[in-house]
Every structure is written in C-alpha cells, then in structure tokens.
C-alpha cells in the first residue's frame, strides 16, 4: 500500500523515476505526434461506403455489386425524378417534363457507348396510369461526380416548371448522396462535440482551472496516433474503413481514454498523500492502477478482435479498427499523461493540492455509507438490483424488428419520400430494383422465369458484356419489407433451376435482406466468442473461476435491461420503425467489452484489498476508492457515446443511446450496488480457488473468523 511507503529519493522506485524519463517520454510523444499528424489526416481519404466493401463477404448480393461495378455503364449513379400534380398533369407540365428530361440527358450522357442496335433505346419519359405524375430515370456515369456532388445540380437544373408542379428527385443514387450528407463533416463534428463533452465533465470533476487539459491533451494524442495507424492498416492491410467506424473510433478513443486518465489520476492523488517525491508517487499510482487498466484494455481490444470473425465487411473492419484505437489510447495514458503529470507536479491540482503527510485521515463519505448499507441489507440490494433491471428487460417485447433504409433518417429527406410518391403514382415501379446477372445464352429464359414468379410487377433485359447479360426487375411491393424479401427469395430459387445461368440476384433491396441474414449469423457467432474471450480475461486477472462468472453474469442481464430499455425508448417516446440490424451487435460488444471495465476497476481493487482486511472489509474499501472515479468514468463514457445522439440517422442514434443508458446503468447500479451484494453474499468463495477463497489460519488459541469476516491473507 502506498501508505507504508516511507518518503525518500532514495528507494528504488525513486531511483527509476529519474527526472529525465519524463522529458524523455514527452519528447518520444512530440516525435510521434509530428509524424503521424499527416498521416491521420489522410484517413478520410480511404474511408468507402461502396457496396462491395460494407457488404456481407459471402453474399451473392454482394457478388452482384462487384460484376455492376466491372459492368460497362453498371457503375452508373441511377437517378428518378417523379413529377406529380394532385389535380392531374396540364400540357404544359408534359413539356416541362420533355425539356427537363432533354436538357439533362444531354448534359449528362452516357460515358459508355451503347451496343449496337441499341443506341435509342434510352430511357424516356413515362406518365402514370392515373394522368397524375410522369418520370423519367437518369443514369448518370461516376465519372461525373459521386452522387453527392450531382444530385444538387439535378435538383437545381430541374427547378423551372410551372407553379403546383411538384418534383422529388430519388432513386438508388439519390439516397446514397442523402446519407452521404448525414456522413459529410461527420468526423469533425463528432471530434468536437466530444471534445466539448469531454472538456465539460472535466472541468466540473477536478475543479480545477488547469487538470481537465492534461487528459485532453494525451488522448488528443492518442486520438491523432489511432487515425494514423488506422490509415496505416488500410493501405497495408486492405481493411475496410467507412463513415460510420471512423467516428466510432473517435469515440472510443476518447471514451476509454479519459476513463484510464480518471482512474490513474485517483491513484495518483492517494499517492501524493503518502509520498513526498511526486515520481515516486506516480510509479506507486502506476503499479496500483496500470494492471486493471491494461485488464481492460485487452477485455476491449480482445472482444473487438473477434469481430474478425464477422461475414460482415462494416461490422469485421471495425475489429482492428477499434483495436488500433483502444491500444494507442492505453499506451498514451500509460506514458505520456504520467510523463505530464510527474513534470508539473502537485501545482496541478490546483486549488485542492494534496498534501504530503505520514498520517492521513480518510473522512467518511457517501459511497462508505452506501457500502455500510449494502452490507446490513445484502439480499435487499441484490434482488432490488436485478427486480430493476428485469423491469427494464421487458421492454424486449417491443419493436426488434429491423429497421428498413428508408427509416433511417430522423427526418425523411426527399429521396426517401419520392419513393412514396413513385409508388402511389407508378406501383408497378415502386420497389427497389433488383439486378439479375446470367449467362447471355439464358437471358431470355430467365427472363420468363423472373416474369412468372409472384410478387414481380416487371422485368426487362439491360446490357450484355461478355460472359454477363444484366436484367432489370421491379417488385411488387413496397422496399424493405418482408413481402418484398420473400419474392426476392423466390426470384432467387427461380434463377437458380435456370441450369446453365449461373443467375445471381442483387440490388439495393437483396443486399439490405443479405445484410440483415449475415447480422443474425454473425450474432450467433461473435457474441459467444466475445463473453469466452472476456471471460478468460477476466480469470487471468483476478486469478479465479467464481468472480468471472459473477461478474460476466451481471453484464449480460445488463446488456439485456439496456437493451429492453433502449427499446422502450426507441418505440414509444422517439417514434422509431425498428432497430438496424447492426445495432445489436456492435451494442452487445461495447457494454459487455466496456461495462466489464467498471467491474474490473472494482473487482481488482478487491482482490488487492482482500489480501489484508478480507473479503467484506476489502470489497467495501474497494467500493468507498474506487466509487467517485468510477461514477465520473462512466459519466464520461455515457456522455461520450451520448454525443451519436445528435447525429441525424437512426442507427448511430440507437448505438449511442443504448451504449450510454447500458454504461450509465453498469456504474450506477451494477458495479455500486449488484456486485458489491453478491460478492458479500459470496464470501471468500467468490475468490474460489485462489488462496483468497480458503480461511487463513488463526493464531494459537484464537478462534476463526466468520466466513466474510476472514483476517488478511498474508503474502
């Protein structure tokens, strides 16, 4: 204990804090930090949302999405203006609609020359069976400009027609540039708001007009080394990086950082209490905090690891991606916010500096008393934990059901509510295109086999390159919904008897069914391999069998309160149409990966305390040092993940919410109340079969001590 340590220059700590490692360690940083800084501005560069890199491996949507994109013309960016009058359209509106088709196909034209024969073959316009709308679709080539930069300027280019003329520009194209514009900025904007956040809890935790920087400034350093390794896998490696896990990365670096920064800090300043030499000081802090630190840093980086094992490309390349992120984080706040910390000394601290004295007096505050009141009421606290949290899982009966790409918006933007005007207008254009890829020789075939099988309003034959002959089908029913996933499954085992076809099914709808399919079987396969990696971890750590178990079975019923929760919220109060299918997942992982965080600070501080006062006087002087830095680490975290909520899209506001309320509910209620009951329920078995667990023989004459009573063990 830092207490006995007699303040002197002298020992042999003192002798390895040298004044010059902490320069040596800052200078290393300021190295560092000047070369990857270029580096991790380049990141933003080889993030992709492609089809082919998000998409699942292994799905034949997939395998469709690599042909369109070598396809001659396959790559195009398919545009849909869907012109409507509620009173039917004039002649004018008719010519307004012929110029604007005109004027646009020749300001854009095809990049790629069409076969012979098919030069007029073009796409024209079509009025409805209603007199009530026309369209028109536009293929636009990439060459152009990604959909983003286009949609405006078609957009702009198509706004003189006549007053009442109403138009809504959609398509596949234009809800890419749609989420797009949720992404554009997106980094920036989450690496502020977070830094706010951040700053925020900092500055009202310390009280101090100076200690909130120096986290800041070390995970702003990790921050910065992550992005630059990240981009170093991907021009090494190959992985995947999209929109959504480069501000995931952002979070989670600043999240866990400032959580290693509060826990090291409150190490730190019981130190200063009982060592004179500050150096001294912190390799004490060091050596009291480092190991549970670095325990959770291999749950975190352990559990996003085998992600790897993922079928889905977004959700695999988010395993290395936060791994990096989580590595560099424990790494800056291991060397260089100590290296800080040690050269400004105590005047940090300013205005409550710690003082140096051989006799300290510990005030009783409230999480003794919380800890006193667990323990008269053991059974109380554990059963009124877990009535909460069972309450909280009902919510699981509510909406789960996945949430369809038109509601992924907060607020539907014109292309998604042009969908809706095209299907009222033309249901027999109005779901998502499916694209057929077959052999030339069965082109024919297959299209009468597409034609004939329910649910299909139409099909007609597109371009042949090749070995490939393309097919464009259009379903009945409205995108995304299980009518239209199961005629996609029947178009699928339709081509499939085509012998000789080779057809594959694909399409804006085919890969959101293929994506929700490999979601489902990447949860059967990640989650066990996640609770068995942070299991053994968590045994590694506290040497034992009964305190994992414990400690794992509080996480998932908390995962499982979070989730019932979050679902709650989602459905009743906020008004949202399901949960994205990667949600779950990446959920399960953050809390049990992160949560587990606050039960390792607690649970190892125990094990510590065990050793001298036994188990009940260890877990509650566990609980009384670790509760104020835990509590303020997990409000930090929640508030991190809180910052997604803001963000304009479904998914990232159901991930930041449902991670937030599940780390505010693991060190509120299950780290301060749930497990300190069960481990005083538990008794020196919860250390079983670590010496802990066994009673220490008393001196001659003395009886034993009750079973949560046991005198320290001595080592």
């Known amino acids: 204990m830092a207490g006995n340590i007699a303040p002197s220059g002298e020992t042999p700590a003192g002798g390895l804090a040298g004044r010059w490692v902490p320069w040596l360690v800052i200078g290393l940083w300021l190295v560092l930090t000047i070369v990857m800084v270029p580096l991790s501005g380049k990141l933003s560069s080889v993030t992709t949302d492609s089809a082919a890199d998000t998409l699942p491996a292994s799905a034949e949507s997939t395998r469709v999405a690599v042909l369109e994109d070598r396809f001659p013309g396959g790559n195009d960016n398919t545009f849909v203006f869907v012109y409507h009058r509620a009173g039917g359209m004039t002649d004018a509106d008719r010519a307004t609609v012929e110029r604007h088709y005109k004027t646009l196909a020749k300001q854009y034209p095809p990049k790629v020359a069409a076969p012979p024969g098919e030069e007029d073959e073009g796409p024209e316009t079509r009025p409805s069976a209603d007199g009530k709308a026309m369209m028109f679709t536009l293929d636009v080539s990439p060459t152009y400009g990604p959909p983003e930069t286009i949609v405006g300027p078609l957009r702009d280019a198509a706004k003189d027609r006549p007053a009442g003329l109403e138009l809504e520009v959609t398509g596949p194209a234009a809800v890419d540039a749609d989420m797009d ?290 097919i464009s089908v259009f379903p009945a029913d409205a995108p995304d919904t299980a009518a239209e996933y199961e005629t996609i499954e029947r178009v699928r085992t339709a081509v499939h008897a085509v012998s000789g076809a080779e057809a594959m099914v694909g399409g804006p709808s085919a890969e959101n069914l293929d994506t929700e399919l490999t979601a489902a079987r990447d949860q059967k396969l990640v989650i066990p391999l996640v609770l068995l990696v942070v299991l053994v971890v968590l045994g590694l750590l506290l040497r034992a069998v009964v305190a994992p178990l414990v400690l794992m079975g509080t996480v998932i019923v908390s995962f499982a309160a979070a989730f019932g929760g979050s679902v709650f919220v989602f459905d009743t109060l906020l008004g949202f149409k399901g949960v994205d299918s990667s949600v779950p997942l990446l959920a399960f992982l953050f809390l049990v990966a992160l949560g587990v965080d606050y039960n390792i600070f607690l649970a190892s501080r125990a094990r510590e305390e065990t050793a001298r006062l036994g188990t009940r006087a260890g877990m509650l002087k566990a609980l009384s040092a670790t509760g104020g830095v835990i509590t303020s680490a997990g409000l930090v975290l929640a508030a991190t993940f809180a910052v997604l909520v803001t963000l304009p899209l479904v998914m990232l506001i159901e991930v930041g919410f449902l991670v937030a309320f599940g780390v505010l509910l693991d060190a509120l209620l299950v780290r301060s109340v749930l497990v300190p009951a069960l481990t005083l329920l538990i008794g020196r078995r919860m250390w079983w079969p670590s010496r802990l667990s066994r009673p220490a023989e008393p001196p001659t004459g003395q009886r034993p001590h009750a079973d949560d009573e046991e005198p320290a063990l001595q080592r």
């Open 181 to 470: 514009a949720v992404f554009d900025g997106i980094d920036l904007q989450v690496l502020l708001t977070t830094i706010i956040v951040v700053t925020l809890l900092l500055v009202i935790t310390y009280r101090s007009p100076v200690l909130w920087l120096i986290p800041l400034m070390a995970v702003g350093a990790a921050a910065l080394t992550a992005m630059a390794t990240v981009y170093l896998l991907v021009k090494g490696f190959g992985i995947v990086v999209n929109d959504q896990n480069s501000a995931l990365l952002t979070i989670l670096v600043f999240g866990v950082g400032t959580d290693y920064a509060l826990l090291l800090i409150a190490r730190y300043r019981e130190a200063l209490h009982h060592n004179e030499n500050v150096r001294v000081a912190m390799l004490h802090a060091l050596r009291g905090a480092a190991p549970a630190i670095v325990a959770s840093a291999a749950t975190v980086i352990a559990g996003l690891l085998c992600l790897l094992v993922a079928d889905l490309n977004s959700t695999s390349g988010l395993g290395p991606i936060g791994a990096a992120g989580i590595l560099c984080a424990l790494v800056a706040m291991l060397t260089l916010f100590p290296a800080i910390l040690v050269v400004l000394g105590r005047r940090i601290f300013w205005p409550a500096i710690p003082r140096f004295s051989t006799t300290v007096e510990e005030k009783p505050g409230p999480w003794v008393r919380l800890g006193a009141a667990i323990s008269r009421r053991r059974w109380v606290a554990t059963l009124g934990s877990l009535g909460v949290l069972g309450v909280l899982a009902i919510g699981l009966v509510g909406n789960t059901g996945p949430l369809r790409e038109q509601d992924q918006f907060v607020s539907a933007p014109e292309s998604v509510s042009g969908f809706t005007v095209l299907r009222q207008h033309f249901p027999e254009l109005g779901g998502q295109p499916m694209t057929v890829f077959t052999r030339p020789a069965h082109q024919e075939r297959v299209i009468d086999v597409v034609k004939n099988t329910p649910g299909v309003a139409t099909a007609f034959p597109g371009r042949t390159s090749g070995d490939w002959a393309d």
